[in-house]
């Protein structure tokens, strides 16, 4: 009987041995959490901010997925408005609209449509306004006017450039078909950002703002 208290005895500690390596890795865990969250609220590092942009065509979404190909695009250049950045890749949201960039510092390339400089609209999203004042790469894109130019380098170091055409602002639910589909052959490249009042609860604005553009005819 001895042997088997003694087994029993030895069982437990391995329990407890056990718990308390649970204990310490979960208090970790929390430790970390805190940490960020900490450093989220101080601006320390970026947080992201849930912005929808506007819904994508069901067509785009079912017709014209990404094939892999060299020469993607990498950084996107606006003279006017002082924008020279690195270029995300982005899909979907859960909400079925076009995503956003991580960091409010870079635009972001809508993989799913087609690559600038392609037939078809390219699409480029980033960021307006951000945590604590801090300047997003979108801030100042509604300062853009027809005639600006807008330059997107590829990962073969190929540079094509596009013509600003016009400005428009939509709601974020509006049925805009039109910013990532055309049929005239040629090449676009739309630039979507947020604009208007800004919805703490919604964490999002009322407003985007699309940019258009078409490819610069040499």
């Known amino acids: 009987m001895s042997g088997f208290y003694g087994y029993q005895s030895f069982k437990k500690m391995q329990k407890s041995k056990i718990l308390s390596k649970l204990t310490v890795v979960i208090m970790i865990l929390l430790g970390i959490t805190l940490f960020q969250l900490l450093l989220f609220h101080f601006g320390i590092l970026p947080r992201k901010q849930f912005q929808d942009m506007l819904l994508v065509p069901r067509q785009i979404i079912t017709g014209n ?3 892999m190909r060299s020469g993607l695009p990498i950084r996107l250049k606006i003279p006017k408005i002082n ?8 899909g979907l949201t859960s909400a079925g609209s076009v ?8 635009g972001a390339w809508f993989d799913v449509g087609p690559r600038p400089g392609e037939k078809g609209n390219a699409i480029i999203t980033g960021h307006f306004g951000w ?4 300047s997003a790469v979108f801030d100042n894109l509604y300062k ?4 600006d130019k807008i330059y997107v380098e590829d990962a073969t170091g190929t540079t094509t450039v596009f013509v600003v055409t016009e400005s428009r602002s939509y709601n974020p639910n509006a049925g805009a078909s039109f910013v990532f589909i055309s049929s005239d052959g040629k090449s676009h490249l739309n630039l979507i950002t947020c604009e208007g009042t800004w919805n703490k609860t919604q964490k999002s ?3 985007r ?3 258009f553009s078409d490819k610069e005819m040499k």
């Not at 945590?131 to 801090?134: C, D, Q, S, V």
């Open 131 to 134: 945590k604590n004042g801090i």
């Open 99 to 106: 995503g956003i960039p991580e960091d409010p510092f870079n």
């Open 144 to 147: 853009l006017s027809k005639g």
């Open 205 to 207: 604005y009322s407003k």
């Open 209 to 211: 703002l699309v940019v």
């Open 65 to 67: 997925q990404q094939e």
């Open 83 to 90: 924008v020279d950045t690195k270029l995300e890749y982005v």
